[in-house]
């Protein structure tokens, strides 16, 4: 592989990575790490990274802490048990405490076994990470330029644009790409000159794999026209992480002018004030803050045109793997894909302790005074249970009896939230449907001690 994006006349060094972490932990504002944790996968790169690490543990302030060696084992080669064994020899070598892990990477039509894997990988480091841990990778120059290119070629905005970040929250700990700016013919140099040993997998050279495909075919063509394009692409990454950074900001404004009830609930009315690449901006970035898979193009058209857009009283909804956006009563609600409700479920409560509801959430009970169903009701035979069509309740100061249904739709309850809303019975009458109110006859008059039932849905509904 030629030399791509090597400053001239520099050579890679343990004083160089030092200096990168010093520099990453003062410009990102970082409190000194805990415990440096180092993704070890026995490879050129992480092999170099570990070499560093041990020279300069006790030379330099930042490394006066306790360090770990993390291996993925993904049971990919038949070589994977002896590659795990190397890796732990070498850390015993440099009294580097070695933890290894074995992962199961998911196989199928339309998925990428490179994907999968990483996902793996990740999934992991993430069940280790402790308080203050900073985990290390060595991702390199030639890396970044490899995922900018990709990127580009799946059609990413700013923010698939901006590659990998070099730093970002991991947890309670902080993952971090100190080698952004060495290349891997630095790497590769530095570890003949200390004689280095490093595990070589075969699965690298596999040109079906897209990332391997650029490696081996495109790159060398471009570093031969080009050969400080490593570099300039590291630039652009940067670019676009902060034009990523200034859409997020100016997200986080739109937002906060149309959110609603709750983080997962915006307001129609005002989406559709927003000009359209800030709707779009807006969308994706909530999205992500509520903690649902990332959508693509298609699915961000389909929100904005047929359901922000949707006439009349409709309901309209745009699902992904993960993730469903619905609307009702000009209101746009992001959450999980539905579990419904199992059918005929009750449950006696004695009103003291929380109930657990599959699938809905919880239901509990708060002491009062002039408000909610009498306490005296609660010493009664109280039963929880959910809808199964028909029930009717007459509130107080309203005459007769009224269809739950009908009463949901004016409390503007979704629609696929009354199925699993809990109907407090006493005494076999539908006493109390949190939302909605406490039945006539149940409800307790003013001065006198009351029961609040509350209901907490399901997190992101």
């Known amino acids: 592989m030629p030399t791509t994006g090597a400053p001239q006349g520099t050579s890679y060094s343990p004083a160089i990575l030092a200096q990168a972490l010093d520099k990453i932990r003062k410009t990102h504002q970082l409190a000194m790490p805990r415990r440096l944790c180092i993704a070890y996968s026995g490879g050129l790169d992480t ?4 070499h560093s690490i041990n020279e300069i543990k006790y030379l330099q302030p930042i490394m006066n802490v306790n360090i770990l060696a993390f291996h993925v084992n993904h049971r990919l080669s038949t070589a994977a048990a002896e590659w795990e064994q190397t890796c732990a020899q070498i850390c015993l070598d440099y009294a580097i405490p070695f933890e290894s892990t074995q992962v199961q990477v998911a196989h199928g039509p339309g998925l990428s076994i490179e994907e999968q894997a990483r996902a793996a990988r990740y999934a992991a480091i993430a069940t280790r990470v402790r308080a203050g841990d900073w985990w290390l990778t060595a991702h390199h120059q030639d890396d970044q330029a490899e995922t900018l290119l990709l990127q580009l070629l799946r059609g990413a905005g700013s923010r698939g644009l901006a590659a990998m970040p070099e730093v970002q929250a991991l947890g309670e ?3 971090i790409r100190p080698l952004l700016q060495v290349t891997r013919a630095q790497l590769a140099q530095y570890a003949l000159q200390n004689n280095l040993a490093w595990i070589e997998d075969p699965s690298n050279r596999d040109e079906r794999f897209a990332r391997n495909f650029l490696r081996h075919r495109v790159l060398p063509t471009l570093a031969a026209r080009w050969p400080g394009y490593a570099a300039t692409l590291g630039r652009s990454a940067q670019l676009a992480a902060e034009a990523a950074q200034l859409a ?3 997200a986080a404004l739109d937002m906060a002018r149309c959110g609603a009830e709750r983080p997962n609930v915006l307001r129609v009315d005002a989406l559709l004030s927003l000009p359209a690449h800030r709707l779009s901006n807006v969308l994706v970035y909530w999205l992500r803050t509520v903690g649902l898979p990332a959508p693509y193009r298609v699915h961000i058209e389909h929100i904005i045109n047929q359901v922000l857009k949707a006439v009349g009283d409709a309901t309209p909804k745009v699902a992904w793997p993960g993730a469903d956006v619905r609307r009702y009563a000009q209101r746009l609600y992001a959450m999980p894909p539905l579990v419904p409700p199992p059918k005929h479920w009750s449950a006696n409560w004695d009103g003291h302790t929380a109930l657990e509801i599959p699938g809905s959430g919880s239901v509990s009970a708060g002491a009062a005074i002039g408000e909610g169903l009498k306490a005296q009701s609660m010493t009664s035979p109280v039963e929880v249970r959910l809808r199964s069509g028909g029930e009717r309740m007459q509130l107080p100061r309203r005459a007769g009896h009224h269809l739950l249904k009908h009463l949901f739709q004016e409390a503007r309850i979704p629609p696929w939230q009354r199925a699993s809303v809990p109907l407090v019975y006493v005494e076999g009458e539908l006493a109390c449907v949190p939302g909605i109110g406490v039945a006539e006859g149940y409800a307790a008059g003013a001065g006198e ?13």
């Open 248 to 250: 997020d900001d100016l």
């Open 449 to 461: 001690p009351g029961i609040v039932i509350e209901w907490l849905p399901r997190v992101g509904w």
């Open 47 to 50: 092999r170099a990274l570990l």
């Open 173 to 175: 700990g902080w993952l």
